[in-house]
């Protein structure tokens, strides 16, 4: 028997529980019907069950089915069992069959998602840290830009983050449309403003032409104007600012960009004859 999931939190538990019913089965994975029907096609296999493509389950009582109720975690910081696997499944070498046969070997007992006593459980343990790292990086250090009304972003993640990004940054600005450009596809937040669902995915081609307002962009001139202006040479900490903002995410954004070369090189001396007329 050959088991069919989608690649998200749902359908990797709804996996893991068929697992435990049958443990011979096969299994497969896919992020939606399309990439689905490409591998059955290619594997020639016509009888198939598929898991997470139809109907929405209760995520929460399949956890309570499968490993009861347990509050794990090494420390506060560690998300519940869905954040795990949801941060998991975005990693870029994460692989969904590996990952459901690690959560069947369990045995029911989520404690082993976080303690690292294995190689495979260290592995997908440090999978979670490093998506969950580099989302706080992100929100900390990405600066968007207000393009016709609309605050977009094009990211550059190891990882597949956009959509939490997106979903952050819609909720910081409700009264804006939000825009965040990840590879070949945009998410776009607060769409409701822009004649679109709350949050929808559409080709990155797209989100261009999605207008707000006819208001200029002078966020980022306005930034440097203050940034300068307020720069007092005796006060700057070289080392200090760069472990504020580490060189590895300065590339986040235009705006971070250019803060970390004033870092680096230091700015132009700015003095209040420029406001002069």
């Known amino acids: 028997m050959i088991i069919a999931f989608k690649e998200t939190v749902e359908g990797v538990l709804l996996a893991c529980e068929e697992l435990m019913v049958m443990q011979n089965c096969e299994l497969i994975s896919a ?28 995520t929460l009582l399949l956890i309570k089915r499968i490993y009861g109720v347990q509050r794990p975690g090494l420390s506060r910081q560690d998300p519940d069992i869905e954040g795990y696997i949801s941060m998991v499944l975005r990693h870029r070498s994460s692989k969904p069959v590996e990952l459901v046969h690690f959560l069947y070997s369990c045995r029911g007992s989520a404690e082993m998602l976080y303690s690292g006593k294995d190689r495979i459980s260290k592995r997908y343990y440090t999978y979670m840290r490093e998506v969950s790292s580099s989302y706080h990086r992100l929100c900390m250090f990405a600066r968007p830009s207000l393009v016709n009304g609309v605050l977009s972003i094009k990211i550059d993640s190891q990882h597949r983050i956009g959509d939490m990004f997106c979903r952050w940054l819609a909720r910081k600005n409700p009264d804006l449309p939000v825009s965040v450009i990840e590879g070949d596809i945009a998410w776009i937040g607060n769409g409701g403003h822009v004649a679109l669902e709350h949050f929808t995915k559409v080709p990155s081609s797209l989100a261009g032409n999605i207008v707000f307002s006819n208001g200029d962009d002078e966020i980022d001139d306005m930034w440097d104007v203050y940034y300068n202006s307020q720069m007092i040479p005796k006060r700057r900490n070289r080392d200090h600012a760069r472990n504020l903002q580490p060189k590895t995410s300065s590339s986040l954004s235009n705006m971070s960009s250019r803060d970390r070369y004033k870092v680096e090189r230091g700015i132009a001396t700015c003095t209040f004859d420029k406001f002069s007329s």
């Open 31 to 58: 992020r939606d019907k399309k990439e689905l029907k490409r591998k059955l096609e290619f594997t020639g296999v016509k009888e198939v069950k598929m898991l997470g493509f139809g109907c929405v389950s209760d």
